[in-house]
Each structure stands twice: as C-alpha cells, then as structure tokens.
C-alpha cells in the first residue's frame, strides 16, 4: 500500500511560480512511472507530466517549457516546479502513482 501526499499549492500571480511536492508513504523506487495531473473546475483530469524510475520525462503540451517534474528516489518524493504560471493553468494537482492517488492540492494562478 502505497498514501501519497502532496503539498506547495496556493495563489500565485500569472508569471510566478509555484514548486509541488508528493510524498510517499512507501517506497516508490520500485514504482516505473510517477506522474502529476491536474483538474480544473467543470473540466476532465488531465496528464501534466510524467516521469520513470531512470527519469525519462513527458509533459502536456501547454506546459512544456514551463513546468519540470523530477523524483528523488532517497526521499520517496516526486516534486512539480511550474514556472511562468497561467491562469489557465488553475486547478487542483494530483499526484499519481499506478493506482495510487494522493488527495490533491489547489494552484490558483490570478491575472
């Protein structure tokens, strides 16, 4: 069993920028992928990015450029730097892991 939990969200003005953190419960160095999505009000939740246990990254066109996800396997942790922030790009973030998903983490960006 595997909790997750993610943290760094709040308000930002359109061009800040935010860093997210989801923390594991167990070990997730045996886990392949990683991955963020996010969900904004009346929409479906969509990939952001995504990231292998060796660091093979993929990201949603609209945040290429701006956003980077990495992982520190040591510390059981998935981090979210989102740079240049819209606010298109408001929503609530999950982290994902295989079935695994933590309780989400609201990023409001203001215009």
């Known amino acids: 069993q595997v909790q997750l939990v993610e943290s760094g969200g709040g308000l930002v003005q359109s061009g800040g920028s935010l860093r997210l953190s989801c923390a594991a419960s167990?070990?997730?160095?045996?886990?392949?992928?990683m991955a963020w999505y996010r969900q904004a009000p009346g929409k479906h939740r969509e990939l952001v990015a995504s990231?292998?246990?060796?660091?093979?990254?993929t990201y949603a066109d609209s945040v290429k450029g701006r956003f980077t996800i990495s992982r520190d396997n040591a510390k059981n942790t998935v981090y979210l730097q989102m740079n240049s922030l819209k606010p298109e790009d408001t929503a609530v973030y999950y982290c994902n892991c295989l079935l695994y998903w933590g309780q989400g983490t609201q990023v409001t960006v203001s215009s």
């Open positions: 990231i292998t246990r060796i660091g093979i990254t």
């Open positions: 167990g070990s997730i160095f045996g886990f392949n992928v």
